[in-house]
């Protein structure tokens, strides 16, 4: 009975236990290991290392074993653990001073043993980060030494660093950011104005941050590499994302490659201090869809989900990104204000007992106690010898004055100098009123503190990571084509693993596919090994959504021995495995006549009739253009009511459709034809777009949507062939301006228009526009000025080739170059009427052609 008794209250307690331990354990790893304090920004092995630091900080270099194994006096964990901390802290390239192989953040490349490495704080540190008398201290877990329990940083530490920890059931990830724009934003705060922060990475990067959402949970931000384009069949990785090194992104390159995702010849890491990634491409493959590919299918473009969550008084707390700055911020200020209350209060005190010094000694009151025997008599005569002359101190003699007067020394006393005194005296009641007026005006001596910090640190620390908004890419629009599609006609089916029936194109795994029956039933599947549709299938092909460039013709008949009809169409949105009736409901119905056409031609096919009495001629040719392009619902025109006995095509068509508006969106470097950004012009056939860069180079391409476009552009506008390009460039083998005009060949290679081999040369100005007006100023020479001297380049040198060095633009030297272009003429582009018209304009009732079969039927 006692057992069972005893037994019950075991598991009592135990339950309790878990219950009281499993909270513990989980505040100890969220307090103790995972979360930063907000306060000095570090974790606590990462103080308990800094600490460790300056204790045996001397200037000179320390082994970094030896670092860790001071350290593990205050940290209960393993040496490795330390260690390993530590190589992140140094790689933050802050706060730690290193010397030997700490690693590599671009390559990922582990830090060489730390017996073998070394390392001490930077002069920033030391300057930021530590002040004894200003620190609150606490015993180490052992109780054999003193450890701060947080270190007095006077400065947003943890915003510069960032910080990555999991603990129980919450995590951390703040973004490190820019050491110059942190002091900008601290200022600003100081001054009640408004501030905005972003991150910026070490890797360097691209780095959208639309959806920043001010670092709180919630947000979301889009880190991409850096892609450049060599050569036609080369591409290079330059700079990465954040939290990927060249070894997580070859590592998805080569998965994506071989997924089928991208098409790649080989890859080469060439990287040391810096980055660079080649890789080669099959001459078939387009650069500018494989960049977008790699930034779809590889870890080029990482998203990240920023979660600040800090340590503040003992509890986690989720802020923002603006509120973590303003704490910092205001704590710098508290403990800027503690340092000056501080050192005032040393300065008094060293005020006080100068002129407690210069009383005992000028006065000779050390004589009043050569005949007292007890320390007491000491003290009370010395006290009483100084009363007459207390009346000007800063506050009243205590017994530890009188103790320090009685150590000092004969030699001091024989040597007491009025005049040095007095110099030494002025000189602290200058620091004491400068002292107070900081403390009187603490706003501004700390936005001087953070001006000082940036003047001395903040040189190469500039801003590695550009801020740009990203485009979406489509990853069905730019997904290498992996996968053969086939067709079984008869049977109804498609698909990828039909290898013994007819093959149709390459497609990608994530295209949608669009079918079409012969008795008018629509379907849009995606790419499977094999799927029914339905039998006798007409036409298969890749469909995209909200596509209205391409246009399905189609002559159908209504029922059995119903009327025939004729229809244009586009299909910019369904439902996927869906049938839709495009023909008619009626059982009977079917396609006589079917094309599908990329860019809307219109065709004229050839009706043959069956002989019939009421038909004078049995042979119709109709013209697709001539009817209107409408919803895949609407019934069509009428074609005739007799039978007809087979359709045939009489000849190809052209493009119904109007040119397309193109737009340059500069914020993405992309075209688009949606009005974002600059409206480049209305494109049609074998239009191209002008880019002309700064080192002479002028280049011709498609107005495909896909394309991208560098950062460097000094033209990219639509290319008017007839229109002349002019330029003036500095030739640095002849140090002499020169002017040229000329036109460019019709080719998508690129054209180079002067001599940039040597470094002197550079492009002064160029345009595509006419009437251009060069104003060229003169430096003085002995005192004299030239006047200014205006040249009309259009009449200064006729067109010339484009290899053509110019005509020199002055013989003298020119000191600067104005440059005045007329208002461009407004040109308005006339576009014809389009046929496009969207799926929801229907035409249910049905049309007739009109007088087109008047005269051909009786």
Known sequence: MEESTHHEESLRKVSGLYKDWFLDYASYVILDRAIPSIFDGFKPVQRRIMHSMRELEDGRYNKVANIVGNTMKYHPHGDASITDAMVQLGQKELLIDMQGNWGNIYTGDSAAAARYIEARLTPFALDVVFNPKTTHWTKSYDGRNNEPVDLPVKFPLLLAQGVEGIGVGLSTKIMPHNFNELITASILHLK??????????LTEGMLDVTHYNDGKRGGRIRARARIIQKDKHTLSITELPFSKNTGDLIDSIIKANERGKIKIKKIEDNTSDVVEINIHLHPDVSPDKTIDALYAFTDCEVPISPNACVIVGDKPMFLSVSDILKHNTDH???????????????????WHFSSLERIFIENRIYHDIEEVKSWEDVISTIDEGLKPHTQNLLRAVTEDDIVRLTEIRIKRISRFDLDKFKENILALEGKIEQVKYHLENLIPYAIDYYTNIQKKYGKGKERRTELRIFDTIDASKVAVANEKLYVNREEGFIGTSLKKDEYLFDCSDIDDIITFQKDGTMKVVKVEGKTFIGKNIIHVGIWKKNDQRTVYNCIYREGREGPYYMKRFSVTGVTRNTEYKLASDKKGSEMLYFSANPNGEAEVVSILLKPNARV??????????????????SKGNLVTKYPVKKVELKAEGISTLAPRKIWFDDSVRRLNADGRGTLLGSFKGDDKILTVNSQGEAKLVSFDLQNRFDDDYLILEKWKPEQPITCIYFDGDKGKYFVKRFLLENTTSVQSFFNNDNPKSFLEFVTSESGAVAELIFPKINDKQKDPETVDLDEFITVKGIKAIGNQLTKDKVKSINIMIPEPTEIIEEEPETDEMPDEDLDDDGGTIGSLFDDEMT
């Open 192 to 201: 009640g104005k408004k501030f905005e922060l972003f991150p910026d990475f």
């Open 332 to 350: 710098t200020v508290a403990l800027l204000k503690r340092e000056l209350e501080i050192e005032l209060h040393e300065l008094q005190e060293n």
């Open 616 to 633: 004078r001629k049995n042979k119709i040719d109709i013209d697709f253009s001539t009817i209107a392009i409408k919803g895949r619902d």
